[in-house]
């Protein structure tokens, strides 16, 4: 069963930078899709990236476009989250995912398998 866990959560202002890092323990991690998710207060948790195990397609919701960049690497077992340009609508508690299908219609997703336990990034205005 594969562990996620994530690093690299935080407090910055509107228009800062944060990079989120994901470690995987299972030594198949690159047979599997990798994303990120949050959840805000309040609010259902929502897809915000992915990249696909073989090709490394990327995958990004419409609100991070542009912004945000996963990444990851296969021999160290490790995802990460790129995040430029934050606003306070990003704050939220990000989740690393492992899975085993991305969707694109009607919109960017992923199903996932294993869950990280979650980084707070807050991002003040």
Not at 46 to 57: D, I, L, N, P, T
Not at 73 to 76: E, G, I, L, R, V
Not at 115 to 123: D, S, Y
């Given at each position: 069963?594969?562990?996620?866990?994530?690093s690299?959560?935080?407090?910055?202002?509107?228009?800062?930078?944060?990079?989120?890092?994901?470690?995987?323990?299972?030594?198949?991690?690159s047979?599997?899709?990798?994303?990120?998710?949050?959840?805000?207060?309040?609010?259902?948790r929502?897809?915000?990236?992915?990249?696909?195990?073989?090709?490394?397609?990327t995958?990004?919701a419409?609100?991070?476009?542009?912004?945000?960049?996963?990444?990851r690497?296969?021999?160290?077992r490790?995802?990460?989250?790129?995040?430029?340009?934050?606003?306070?609508?990003?704050t939220a508690?990000?989740?690393?995912?492992?899975g085993?299908?991305?969707?694109?219609?009607?919109?960017?997703?992923?199903?996932s398998?294993y869950?990280?336990?979650?980084?707070?990034?807050?991002?003040s205005?």
């Open positions: 069963q594969a562990q996620l866990v994530e690299g959560g935080g407090l910055v202002q509107a228009g800062g930078s944060l990079r989120l890092s994901c470690a995987a323990s299972e030594r198949t991690f047979d599997y899709h990798m994303g990120w998710f949050r959840q805000a207060p309040g609010k259902e929502e897809f915000v990236a992915a990249m696909s195990r073989a090709v490394g397609a995958h990004y419409d609100s991070v476009k542009g912004r945000f960049t996963i990444s690497d296969n021999t160290n490790r995802v990460y989250l790129q995040m430029n340009s934050l606003k306070s609508e990003d508690v990000y989740y690393c995912a492992a085993s299908t991305i969707t694109t219609i009607p919109k960017p997703g992923m199903t398998d869950w990280g336990r979650g980084t707070q990034v807050t991002v205005s």
